[in-house]
C-alpha cells in the first residue's frame, strides 16, 4: 500500500473488515486473496502508451511525435492555447556522448509540434544535476544554438522562486517539497528524459526525470538529498505531488550498462510517448528487456499512479516484440541484477 494513495482500496479494506470476516483464519485467506487481485487488476488503472519508429536524429522527428500524439488522441483540442513546459535530461552533458542527455532535435521537435498545436508557449526547463554553468550545459549538450534558432526559453530550475508543496503521498521522510513556481504556473509538463538503465533505479526514465525538476540550490548537486532519503520513495513522490501530463522518451539511442552518465551508447531508434508516465516507463522497461515489476518505483507505482501491466497498457504503433532491444545489465549493479524480463 502507497501512503495516502488509494482512498478506494482503503475503503474496499473497511468495509471488508466491517463484515467481521478478518476475524477467522478464513477470513485472512479471503483477504489475502484480495489482496492478490487488487494487484493483479491495478485498482483499474489503464493507459495507451505509442512506441514509433526512429532510425536516427535526421528523421522527421516532428512528424513522428505529431503522429504518436495523434494515436494516443492528444491533439488540438488538449494544448491549444496552453503553455507547455519541455522538462529534457541534461544530466551532465559531454562532447561525444549523445546517450548521457536529451538529443537536442527531440526537444525542438516536441517544441515544434505543440506550438503546431496551438499552445500558446513552449518552455524548455532543467535543473541539470551535476553541473552549474547553465550556458556551459546548453552549449555542451547542444542545446544552445537550437533554442536560439527556435526563439524558444531555457530557464534553469536550479536557481528559481520555489514554494513550499506538503508532500501527500508521504513515501520519503519529506513533509514538504520546494517546487519551482514555474512548475505550479503551467499547463502542461511534459517530461522528455534519455532511455537508459541506472547505477541506483534499474532504469532512468519519465518516472525518475523529475528529480531534474527539482532545483539544486536547495537540493543539492546531484540532488542528494533525494539520494539519502530513497530514490525509488522520491521519484513516487515527486511524480504524485508534479502530476506531469505527458512524456516523451528519446530511445533513438539510449544508455545501457552503468547509467546514468558512465554507460555505454545503445541504439534502439525509437520514440516513446503517453499520458501515463509509469505506462509510458513500463513499456520502455520492455523495450530494454527489463521486468517493470522488478523495478522497485515502477512497481510501487502499479495500480496507484498508474498500470504497468501489459495487459492494462494499450499499445499504439509499434510492436513491443518487434522493436525490443536488450540494453546491457550489470551484475556488479545491485539495482540491475535480477530484472531482466
Given at each position: 500500500m502507497k501512503p495516502g494513495a488509494k482512498q478506494e482500496a482503503e475503503w474496499t479494506r473497511r468495509k471488508f473488515l466491517a463484515t467481521g470476516a478478518i476475524g477467522t483464519a478464513g477470513g485472512l485467506l479471503v483477504y489475502a486473496g484480495f489482496e492478490r487481485i487488487h494487484a493483479l487488476y491495478e485498482d483499474g488503472k489503464r493507459a495507451d502508451v505509442c512506441v514509433a519508429k526512429a532510425g536516427d536524429y535526421g528523421k522527421p522527428l516532428k512528424t513522428i511525435i505529431l503522429d504518436g500524439m495523434a494515436a494516443l488522441g492528444v491533439g488540438a483540442a488538449d494544448v491549444?492555447?496552453?503553455?507547455?513546459?519541455?522538462?529534457?535530461?541534461f544530466v551532465e552533458p559531454e562532447p561525444n556522448r549523445p546517450q548521457i542527455v536529451t538529443h537536442p532535435l527531440v526537444v525542438h521537435a516536441a517544441a515544434e509540434a505543440f506550438l503546431s498545436l496551438g499552445a500558446a508557449e513552449v518552455l524548455v526547463a532543467e535543473a541539470a544535476g551535476h553541473r552549474r554553468d547553465t550556458v556551459l550545459i546548453l552549449e555542451t549538450a547542444g542545446m544552445a544554438d537550437v533554442l536560439r534558432d527556435a526563439k524558444i526559453r531555457f530557464i534553469d530550475l536550479n536557481y528559481v522562486d520555489t514554494v513550499a508543496v506538503p508532500n501527500t503521498a508521504g513515501c520519503s521522510a519529506m513533509r514538504t517539497f520546494e517546487v519551482p513556481?514555474?512548475?505550479r504556473?503551467?499547463?502542461?509538463i511534459v517530461s522528455m528524459p534519455k532511455m537508459k538503465t541506472h547505477h541506483w533505479a534499474g532504469v532512468t526514465l519519465s518516472m525518475k526525470n523529475l528529480f531534474g525538476a527539482m532545483p539544486g540550490c536547495v537540493y543539492g548537486w546531484p540532488k542528494n538529498v533525494f539520494h539519502h532519503l530513497g530514490i525509488d520513495n522520491c521519484i513516487?513522490?515527486?511524480?504524485a505531488m508534479l502530476q506531469p501530463h505527458f512524456a516523451i522518451v528519446d530511445g533513438i539511442v539510449g544508455m545501457e550498462g552503468d547509467g546514468p552518465i558512465m554507460g555505454d551508447a545503445k541504439h534502439a531508434g525509437l520514440l516513446v510517448m503517453g499520458k501515463n508516465l509509469p505506462a509510458v516507463d513500463a513499456t520502455c522497461a520492455r523495450?530494454?528487456?527489463?521486468?517493470?515489476?522488478?523495478v522497485p518505483h515502477l512497481k510501487q507505482a502499479s495500480g496507484w499512479l498508474?498500470?504497468?501491466?501489459?495487459e492494462h497498457i494499450a499499445q499504439r504503433g509499434e510492436n513491443i516484440r518487434d522493436v525490443a532491444v536488450k540494453f546491457a545489465l550489470l551484475d556488479k549493479v545491485p539495482a540491475q541484477r535480477g530484472i531482466r524480463l
Open positions: 491549444s492555447g496552453k503553455r507547455i513546459l519541455l522538462k529534457p535530461n513556481k514555474l512548475l504556473s503551467v499547463d502542461w513516487l513522490d515527486l511524480n523495450l530494454m528487456g527489463v521486468n517493470p515489476l522488478k498508474g498500470p504497468i501491466r501489459e
